[in-house]
């Protein structure tokens, strides 16, 4: 009996027995018996005095494990979601082989793994699935441009559309062309095409969707050849000192290119790349161009033969009868890039969502098919200025905008496919418990300078300024608002955006031939699988005679 007594106390930390050959964890005097996988914050309340050793963590108070459900402290609990796991692993074996007569690609730009995981907390739970995880394949991919380690948007749109690695800063051009240079824009031997090319060829409709600019790097990458992703307007190519005649800008391309004058839907921000700097749009700016062509007018006598509209906000949106009468679509929402959703006007600016929904109604009454991308471009510019909230929000937006299109679509003839160009260099990191504010500070230690320390932080960015430079100690988190949409998180070392990461990313798929996208591979492999589900494009189709 005194032995079960003892055993007991032993276990609970009432008794504690030195031991000569490690330290205990109990004793706030003593270092972590391994401080790589410190324990101490399980344990203990703050130490009187607040004295500890000098490489331990500080203590915090006792954690507690509160789960969302009681049902958590038991194993069967574990078991069964397991089993539940195990059975849609299973369900893997029924391959799709089917042909993919829609495809839909998601791109999240700037939408890291990290940022995946730190976004479920955000929606309440560690546990909390994005609709998209729930897609049955998974797979990773490499995302270097041909000429750096951590890439852009713009190499990065030609791997994923056009299926050839490319040179930072480019678009739809082999890595031939070097950043800056107009002849080799100008030279067709350097251009590479576009599944929403390939799309066309084969007679299915086409479209985009995007929350930045229409011109910006991602969606650029679906219809133009730019040896600078910045020449989205010919003002900018002249700065640099090239003739506009000899390199075309991005916005003319999408009016008045190979592909961009056969888009069926264009959605975004952006206006002022299509308006002369004579032109004042409806929020009352002027625009770019000085070459006095107003591109938005281009568009609509381009499209006056058809059933054409073209919307400024979101009224006029859905008030747009896209189901039957509408054949192209343009939709400029903003003078730059559409506002945050956490910003934006509701009454002025649609979501994600129902951009997506409109831009289907267009697409789907072409019964031979159609190619949608839709980017969720502004998770990026979130983790740019070290403001997690604003990227966690945009990513909620994200999923839900893929859970209404694999809603109301057929996985038998519908593949769906979410992606990222690239990571960031955010990260979650030390040992809160469960459901601890994902923007909020760490609820587990505080670091060696006594101060608490933020969950979510940046390898580098604008949040040094904020946190660090100028003072004698780091920023007291405890006395600032950090779910203010402003807050520039805690970033290591200074710079005013922070940068992109060069990790791998994750890519879900859904639909005909789904299980291509699993594995680990290169970027540009990706519209090529999406080619060969769709029997379009120059290479190896599903179509073919002897394919599995």
């Avoid at 299109?405 to 469960?434: F, K, P, W």
């Amino acid at each position: 009996m005194l032995f079960v007594l003892c055993a007991y106390l032993l276990l609970t930390g009432v008794l504690v027995v030195p031991s000569p050959l490690q330290p205990t964890v109990h004793h706030p005097a003593e270092e972590e018996y391994d401080p790589m996988n410190p324990q101490r914050f399980l344990f203990e309340e703050a130490p009187a005095g607040g004295q500890r050793s000098k490489r331990a963590s500080a203590s915090m108070p006792k954690l507690r494990f509160e789960p969302p459900s009681d049902a958590e402290h038991h194993a069967q609990y574990w078991n069964n979601l397991a089993q539940d796991t195990l059975e849609r692993q299973l369900h893997k074996s029924r391959l799709n082989r089917k042909v993919a007569k829609n495809v839909i690609m998601f791109l999240g730009d700037g939408l890291s793994i990290p940022t995946l995981a730190a976004t479920r907390v955000y929606l309440g739970d560690e546990s909390t699935e994005l609709s998209f995880e729930r897609f049955p394949y998974v797979g990773l991919s490499k995302t270097y441009c041909a000429n750096v380690q951590v890439a852009d948007s713009a190499c990065t749109a030609t791997a994923y559309l056009a299926g050839v690695k490319a040179n930072y800063g480019t678009i739809g051009l082999s890595a031939a062309a070097a950043l800056g240079d107009c002849q080799a824009q100008n030279d067709t031997a350097n251009h590479v095409h576009s599944i929403a090319k390939w799309a066309q060829d084969s007679g299915l409709s086409t479209g985009f969707v995007t929350t930045t600019e229409v011109t910006n790097a991602s969606p650029a990458g679906v219809y133009a050849h730019a040896a600078n992703r910045n020449w989205e307007h010919n003002g900018a190519i002249e700065k640099d000192g090239f003739d506009t005649s000899v390199c075309q800008d991005i916005a003319t391309q999408l009016v008045h290119g190979e592909v961009g004058k056969h888009m069926r839907v264009i959605m975004g921000g952006g206006r002022r790349e299509f308006l002369t700097t004579h032109d004042i749009d409806i929020d009352g700016n002027p625009g770019r161009r000085t070459d006095g062509k107003n591109l938005i007018k281009h568009w609509q006598h381009h499209h006056a033969h058809h059933q054409s509209a073209y919307v400024q906000n979101r009224v006029q949106l859905l008030e747009t009868d896209t189901e039957r009468t509408t054949d192209y679509l343009l939709g400029l929402f903003s003078t730059k890039h559409m506002p945050y959703h956490l910003d934006a006007d509701e009454q002025q600016i649609p979501t994600l969502t129902e951009m997506v929904s409109k831009a289907m109604d267009v697409l789907e009454r072409n019964g031979d098919g159609y190619f949608l991308f839709v980017e969720g471009g502004r998770i990026d510019h979130g983790h740019h200025y070290t403001q997690p909230i604003r990227a966690f929000d945009e990513t909620v937006e994200f999923a839900k905008a893929i859970e209404m299109a694999r809603s109301r679509t057929n996985q038998d003839n519908t593949l769906i496919v979410v992606t990222s160009d690239h990571s960031h260099t955010m990260t979650m990191s030390g040992y809160s418990s469960r459901k601890n504010d994902i923007l909020g500070v760490n609820n587990g230690q505080r670091a060696d300078d006594e101060l608490p320390y933020a969950t979510i932080s940046y390898a580098n960015g604008p949040g040094y300024d904020r946190n660090v430079r100028g003072q004698e100690t780091r920023l007291d988190l405890n006395g600032v608002d950090m779910r203010d949409k402003s807050f520039a998180f805690p970033s290591t070392v200074p710079l005013g955006l922070e940068t992109h990461g060069g990790d791998d990313v994750a890519v879900f798929a859904s639909g005909p031939w789904a299980h291509l996208f699993t594995g680990t591979y290169e970027q540009h492999f990706i519209p090529h699988a999406m080619a060969f589900a769709a029997c379009i494009g120059p290479g190896r189709t599903a179509c073919e005679k002897g394919e599995p």
